[in-house]
């Protein structure tokens, strides 16, 4: 069983940025995928930005590409993602989910296990 804590999230103005933090205990994450998930009042969970085990291989969905970049740091079983360039419509409850399998995958139901989540708001 591995526990997922995210953090960082918070009401920030358009244009600014965030970091959150996702901190995984009771299991390494050094062999997990990780991604990250946001939802919205009224929308289905969507995969921001995933990342393999090593940190080599990424992906950062369309809407966010270029202002999202998602990190790891497997020594301290923490996965990150900065966000720049806020918008309104990045408004969601962010949720970090962890995958035991080699492959990089973006459904929600790939993931095993997920945080509680974090609420992200920006203001226009």
């Known amino acids: 069983q591995v526990q997922l804590e995210e953090s960082g999230g918070g009401l920030v103005q358009a244009g600014g940025s965030l970091r959150l933090s996702c901190a995984a205990s009771g299991r390494a994450l050094s062999r997990a995928v990780m991604g990250w998930f946001r939802q919205a009042p009224g929308k289905e969970r969507e995969c921001v930005a995933a990342?393999?085990?090593?940190?080599?291989?990424?992906y950062v969905a369309d809407a966010v590409k270029g202002r999202f970049t998602i990190s790891r740091d497997n020594a301290k079983n923490t996965v990150y993602l900065q966000m720049n360039s806020l918008k309104p419509e990045d408004t969601a409850v962010y949720y970090c989910?962890?995958?035991?399998?080699?492959?990089?995958?973006?459904?929600?139901?790939?993931?095993?296990?997920w945080g509680q989540g974090t609420q992200v708001t920006v203001s226009s």
């Open positions: 990342i393999n085990w090593s940190g080599i291989n990424t």
């Open positions: 989910a962890a995958d035991y399998t080699p492959v990089l995958r973006f459904k929600t139901s790939d993931y095993d296990y």
